[in-house]
């Protein structure tokens, strides 16, 4: 499984990195269809509260793709809001097959 990870506007901290692989490796062991996962993390411009976007978009062989996009006061939270909403679609998904 390849996981991709974007930094839009800003310089990503190794500490996020680790972050998101985590949270994503976490999803992937519950859902073993994923086989790619790309992450854009995005600094919304002017600089105010919940400028902090992650979308989410994961391949799964046979179906179309899912997407979450989750807007936040950090980026960790944005990423968990994000997984959180990919959720019940993976589950939808599962359930079909």
């Known amino acids: ?10 310089d990503i901290s190794e500490k996020l990195v680790a972050f998101t692989n985590k949270k994503i490796d976490k999803l992937t062991r519950r859902f073993e269809v994923i086989n790619n996962v790309e992450v854009n ?6 600089e105010t509260a919940m400028n902090k976007e992650a979308g ?4 799964v062989p046979g179906s179309p793709d899912l997407f979450a996009s989750k807007t936040a006061d ?6 968990d809001l994000a ?4 959720e019940p679609q ?3 998904l599962k359930g079909k097959k």
Do not use: Y
């Open 83 to 86: 997984l959180n909403a990919l």
């Open 56 to 59: 989410i978009l994961l391949a």
């Open 90 to 92: 993976l589950e939808k």
């Open 1 to 10: 499984m390849e996981v991709n990870i974007k930094a839009i506007h800003f």
């Open 41 to 46: 993390l995005r600094l919304i411009k002017p």
């Open 74 to 79: 950090s980026f960790e939270e944005a990423i």
